[in-house]
């Protein structure tokens, strides 16, 4: 074969692969790039904290003494020094219920709190919320009427004999209450396990924080 057949032959090949590469549509990386759906977040699970007393504490400004004590400073105001007898306390063994307090500080940011609140006597619990908190929902219960202050808009289910008349409360069937251990209707109500539990017979102060039991 001539040399200059072979030089003529190999520019006419060089020339079809060019104009093929050439003819080819640019293809945008911009446009063709596949961007993956971002990968959902899922909200931290709510936990369940319990409180549970027989009786809130009473103000610093209220009467203290027991009713034998009340009935005796009475009769002796009055002029009797003797000694009292039961069927001179009527009054003040039959003194209606009184309205006590239990102050709640939440300070658990880690993941929505469902809190559960339990009283056998009239109770005003006070909520303290600290900033980041996220309070999903209160869970009232006892045998008298209970309410409670600075929860917000939060829904509130009540468990109590005695209707409990609280703004934003939704009156449930049943009543239980405990200051020794978590009522299963508890947990049956909150649909969770509870995660820590406080009770007293007398409670004035309870606090909430990150990582408790």
Not at 33 to 43: D, L, M, Q
Not at 151 to 174: A, F, L, N, P
Not at 184 to 190: C, G, P, Q, V, Y
Not at 191 to 201: D, E, I, P, V
């Amino acid at each position: 074969m001539r040399p200059g057949y072979l030089s003529q032959l190999c520019f006419l090949l060089l020339t079809a692969c060019l104009s093929a590469a050439c003819s080819r549509p640019i293809q945008n990386a911009s446009t063709s790039r596949t961007i993956p759906n971002p990968i959902p977040v899922a909200e931290p699970a709510a936990v369940l904290h319990v409180i549970g007393v027989y009786q809130g504490a009473l103000p610093a400004s209220a009467d203290k003494r027991a009713w034998w004590a009340k009935c005796q400073a009475a009769k002796r105001a009055a002029g009797d020094h003797a000694a009292i007898k039961p069927n001179e306390c009527g009054d003040f063994l039959s003194q209606p219920h009184v309205q006590r307090t239990v102050t709640v500080n939440i300070s658990d940011d880690s993941s929505p709190v469902v809190l559960g609140l339990m009283s056998y006597e009239p109770a005003t619990w006070q909520i303290e919320l600290a900033p980041g908190v996220q309070l999903r929902k209160v869970i009232m219960a006892g045998y008298h009427q209970q309410s409670v202050t600075g929860v917000g808009d939060r829904q509130i289910d009540v468990y109590t004999y005695e209707r409990s008349e609280c703004e934003r409360c939704v009156q449930k069937g049943g009543h239980f209450y405990s200051y020794q251990q978590v009522p299963a209707k508890m947990e049956a109500a909150a649909g969770l396990k509870a995660k820590s539990f406080q009770g007293n017979y007398t409670g004035g102060r309870y606090v909430v924080f990150k990582g408790m039991q």
